[in-house]
């Protein structure tokens, strides 16, 4: 599944499944801003079916903000947890969960944010398309010639 995300480059995006796409679809346009970062931040917290029904717990529409308490709520999993650190990483270029913490507690919650941590596992695929949502500019460059193409 896919659909058009960017005219200029004719763009598609792909998607884990119809519930990822329908998620996407309905909660982008109550983000505040349909910017890159919403995008990425909605793309992201459709993956997993866990993230898409305790969305309130993550994010704040009215608001616009982040959620980063949700990560200690008894629904999250290992897997939810990576889409949550990793839609947090691209929405503000950071490690919000860590605000806070001390000490050792503050280094294993940044460990966390790594990308042989949020990567290593089956949404590595769709992680790697929220990167190409967020970072458009870059994935798809309209001259390749810096590339040597």
Known sequence: MAIDINEE??????FKNQEHEMFYKNYLPKCRQQDVYHK????CLGISGDTR???EHIFD????????KCLKEGWITSGSARVVRMAFNLFCNGTPSIR???GKAKL???QHYTVENLFCCEYAVYFWEAVKVRYPDYCFPIDLSAFGM
């Open 100 to 102: 806070g913490l001390e």
């Open 61 to 68: 529409f009215e608001k616009g903000s982040i959620k980063p």
């Open 108 to 110: 294993e919650e940044c």
């Open 9 to 14: 480059n004719n763009r598609a995006i792909i």
């Open 40 to 43: 990425a931040l909605v793309y």
């Open 53 to 55: 029904r305790n969305i």
